[in-house]
């Protein structure tokens, strides 16, 4: 029966359980030996893949338009009706095969990560899992419909954007204040929406007999290479080493605009006074550059996506009712990579197509593995495929390599400007992983929102130094509300910091031999969640690890390359 199954989404995105049912049923039926064993797991990734492309296409559909009331119910149906049932279903397949004691050839990982699974599983978390992806849903609505009138026009937030790189003060400070404003009458409705994903998230966790909702994600995660210690350890070491050199940015910042204290809308403006970067027209300009950066970094990735431009793959302009952010998700069945994101005609655009790219041609190289071994790799080491993309192809922004800027100068402009975020990021994502580790381990006080604006401000506070938010407290310390990852996808963070480790080190490595760095970046991005993270980490170049020496490594190269690109 499995050779008659669709490859075309338009067959099997309306399946529902009973269509989908009889395909697991006859895996569970089916004896199994070392003879078989191949052939069972690779019909069991094909059904697998259906429901994951299908739950793939419907989640996007809800983020393009958030409005549109038809995709949000056939989401919410889906996860309500199939994803359960399939969940329970596989969990029968793995207790089938970890029982038979059978071991593939070179399946040690993915049997590993089977065993978690299986230990992990409960029925009565399946209904709260639903329950948690339909609080999803409604997180994109209420930041999605955030819009704001300036100058007599409603504009959404994310494109305000522009204005903060304005070199009037006064306008960045108007549209800061009016973003703040709207985001802070939705207080009330993200504070209750919390309090329901905290409810969820506790019961989860004592569901599967976990002491909180950290250890169980620890588990669902897979994080066997560090512990929740060792995030402290990074937390500690980028205190001592990124924080400093944050502030030594923010005060250089603060001197060149010639300011007595840096204010939140002086982030992002340039700070000799020149006018923003205006690096595309619109979004159809910033794709066909960028496809001209990814040949340049190497032919076989430029022509991955030149695949995704031409099979329309690619959502990236802002429009009201789009939900907020970037991402890139992957369709299993036709085994391509879709990237969304709200563009809107800035340099970190181009960052956020560059990176959601390393994301793409992270999928395109793992599905070349055989279908059976497939298996997600770490979230931590998929982001060491999208940041060293950014770093990667950095080199070629000018005109004259195939990239944006006619005037070399702007090119290095923004680089800087990218070096810099790399560094400040750190600080910020401590923020917000120090945040989540006490939400986790303190589940009743984080019950009430006030403790949480109280803890975000004290984190904020111990790794934020340099912005005055002297009479915006408010919105500082609501700062967690503006952190999608907080409320859709907990403990998903500290990811991005590991990774960006991994990134400059692959980095460094181009400075040396460009071609043999994105060389070992591809090979290690095709070996998909075959290896261990640190393994993964290995293949690309780069160590794991978050002591303060690595993070004095990273944290010196960047800043030796800003004072290269910026002498002054």
């Known amino acids: 029966m499995f050779s008659q199954l669709p490859t075309d989404v338009n067959e099997f995105k309306t399946w529902d359980w009973a269509r989908l049912e ?7 039926a089916r004896a199994i030996n070392d003879d078989n064993v191949i052939d069972w797991l690779t019909d069991w990734s094909r059904i697998g893949d259906i429901i994951s492309e299908t739950y793939s296409r419907l989640s996007v559909a809800t983020t393009v338009d958030t409005t549109d009331e038809a995709a949000n119910q056939a989401y919410i ?67 999605g419909a955030q819009t704001v009138i300036l100058d007599g026009e409603e504009k959404t937030l994310p494109a305000l954007k522009p204005i903060y790189l304005d070199t009037d003060r006064s306008k960045r400070e108007q549209a800061w204040r009016l973003a703040s404003d709207r985001q802070l009458v939705d207080r009330e409705a993200l504070n209750d929406l919390w309090g329901k994903f905290l409810k969820i998230r506790t019961q989860m966790a004592a569901n599967a007999d976990m002491a909180d909702f950290r250890a169980y994600r620890w588990r669902d995660f897979k994080r066997y290479d560090y512990t929740p210690e060792d995030c402290m350890t990074f937390h500690r070491a980028i205190e001592e080493v990124a924080v400093p050199a944050a502030q030594r940015i923010y005060e250089r910042r603060r001197q060149r605009l010639g300011l007595a204290t840096l204010r939140p809308w002086d982030l992002d403006v340039d700070p000799e006074g020149r006018e923003p970067l205006k690096p595309f027209t619109d979004a159809a300009h910033m794709e066909a550059v960028t496809a001209q950066m990814f040949h340049k970094v190497d032919p076989q990735l430029g022509n991955y996506f030149e695949i995704m431009r031409q099979e329309k793959l690619l959502d990236l302009p802002n429009r009201k009712g789009k939900a907020p952010g970037g991402y890139c998700t992957g369709f299993s069945v036709i085994k391509r990579p879709f990237i969304f994101m709200n563009s809107v005609g800035i340099h970190d655009d181009i960052q956020t197509l560059l990176h959601e790219g390393g994301h793409a041609f992270h999928v395109f190289e793992s599905v070349k593995l055989p279908a059976y071994r497939t298996q997600h790799a770490p979230i931590e080491f998929c982001e060491v495929a999208s940041m060293s993309m950014e770093l990667l192809a950095a080199p070629y922004l000018t005109q004259d390599q195939g990239g944006f800027y006619a005037n070399p100068a702007e090119a290095a402009r923004a680089r800087v400007e990218h070096l810099e975020g790399v560094i400040l990021f750190w600080p910020y994502m401590a923020v917000v992983d120090s945040f989540q580790h006490w939400v986790y381990t303190h589940q009743e006080e984080a019950a009430d929102p006030a403790n949480c604006d109280r803890v975000w401000g004290e984190q904020w506070d111990r790794f934020m130094k340099g912005i005055d ?100």
Request: charged letters at 25%.
């Open 22 to 28: 009889p395909y697991y049923k006859d895996l569970e």
């Open 77 to 143: 149906n889906y996860i309500e009706h199939v994803i359960p049932p399939a969940q329970a279903a596989g969990q029968v397949l793995k207790e089938k095969l970890l029982a038979s004691g059978i071991e593939p050839p070179n399946y040690n990982i993915e049997l590993r990560d089977m065993r978690t699974e299986a230990e992990l599983f409960r029925d009565e978390n399946l209904p709260l899992q639903t329950e948690e992806g339909k609080l999803g849903t409604e997180f994109d609505k209420i930041i």
């Open 469 to 568: 938010y002297s009479g915006l407290e408010d919105s500082k310390v609501t700062g967690w509300h503006r952190k999608l990852h907080i409320f859709q996808i907990p403990f998903y963070y500290v990811e991005y910091g590991l990774a960006q480790l991994g990134a400059v080190q692959v980095w460094r490595n181009s400075l040396q031999n460009q071609a043999k760095a994105v060389a070992d970046y591809r090979s290690a991005l095709a070996l998909g969640g075959t290896e261990p993270l640190p393994k993964l980490f290995a293949a690309a170049g780069a160590k794991f690890g978050f002591d303060a020496g690595i993070v004095r490594e990273c944290v010196d190269l960047a800043e030796r390359t800003i004072n290269e690109l910026d002498p002054a």
